[in-house]
């Protein structure tokens, strides 16, 4: 599989951006999909993620409430939506796909997931 991810760009503070995730060959829903960032000097950071097995979205902690996971069908397509946006949430936003089916406590661990999109960056002014 190959993710490709796109729709990053500078951003004044309490902006938003759309981040997409275009899925080749099968289905996103037959993976495990999320979104992960990483700032300059820090380790990669997981973002949110989706089993699509009726467990719902996962948040991590920095971004829940205001960062949104979806996706859609008919594009193969994840997307990211990110509402007020902050200058700590500037970093490289990958999107991910794993084959393993991690539960839902090994999501956040970026090991689980054998595919990566080649990131996307996202800069927050204050």
């Known amino acids: 599989v190959q993710l490709q991810a796109s729709g990053g760009g500078l951003v004044q503070a309490g902006g938003s951006l759309r981040l997409s995730c275009a899925v080749s060959?099968?289905?996103?829903?037959?993976?495990?999909m999320a979104w992960f960032r990483q700032a300059p000097g820090k380790v990669r950071e997981f973002v949110v993620g989706?089993?699509?097995?009726?467990?719902?979205?996962v948040y991590g902690d920095s971004v829940n409430g205001r960062f949104t996971m979806s996706g859609a069908s008919d594009e193969n397509t994840v997307y990211l939506q990110m509402n007020s946006l902050r200058p700590e949430d500037t970093a490289i936003y990958y999107c991910?796909?794993?084959?393993?089916?991690?539960?839902?406590?090994?999501?956040?661990?970026?090991?689980?997931?054998?595919?990566w999109g080649q990131g996307t960056l996202v800069t927050v002014s204050s």
């Open positions: 991910a796909a794993s084959t393993s089916r991690p539960t839902i406590g090994q999501m956040f661990t970026t090991r689980q997931y054998q595919y």
């Open positions: 060959g099968r289905s996103f829903k037959t993976y495990v």
């Open positions: 989706n089993r699509w097995s009726g467990s719902g979205t």
